[in-house]
């Protein structure tokens, strides 16, 4: 199994930053715009479509508030993983920074490669996203 650790610092408070991400189905547009073109919500599944055409069926596994976690995995679409399990969560670092962790399990091993380029390639824009264009939480 293919395992993904990502750790990145945004330049924003951790309240703002859950905000952004626990609003599941509105990556597109308040995550990571460009990189993701389009996200649908249907009952617990979120379909993403990316940049390169590539869309995923993505089963919502968990969003806890305290925590400020999401976890969901792959359940179809053009990526075809026998398992995928991965969560993105939110700590504070320092008052007006959080830290950023998102972690991915993945097989075949195979698919490690591609989706760890596609992690580091949304990660990227989610931080250019977050560090400027975070609102706070409501």
């Given at each position: 199994m293919a395992s993904i650790h990502r750790e990145f610092l945004i330049n924003n408070a951790?309240?703002?930053?859950w905000a952004v991400l626990r609003d599941f189905g509105?990556?597109?547009?308040?995550?990571?715009p460009g990189f993701v073109?389009?996200?649908?919500?249907?009952?617990?599944?979120?379909?993403?479509?990316?940049?390169?055409g590539a869309v995923v069926r993505e089963l919502i596994v968990d969003?806890?508030?305290?925590?400020?976690?999401?976890?969901?995995a792959?359940?179809?679409g053009s990526l075809k993983p026998t398992h995928h399990h991965a969560s993105m969560q939110v700590f504070g670092?320092?008052?007006n920074r959080s830290r950023f962790i998102w972690?991915?399990?993945?097989?075949?091993?195979?698919?490690?490669?591609?989706?760890?380029?596609m992690v580091d390639q949304g990660i990227h824009v989610?931080?250019?996203t977050l560090d400027r264009e975070a609102t706070p939480a409501r």
């Open positions: 951790p309240e703002n930053i509105q990556v597109h547009k308040r995550l990571a073109t389009d996200t649908r919500v249907e009952g617990e599944v979120r379909i993403v479509t990316f940049a390169d969003i806890d508030d305290e925590v400020r976690r999401i976890a969901y792959v359940v179809g670092d320092t008052e972690i991915t399990d993945v097989t075949p091993n195979s698919l490690g490669e591609p989706i760890a380029q989610i931080k250019r």
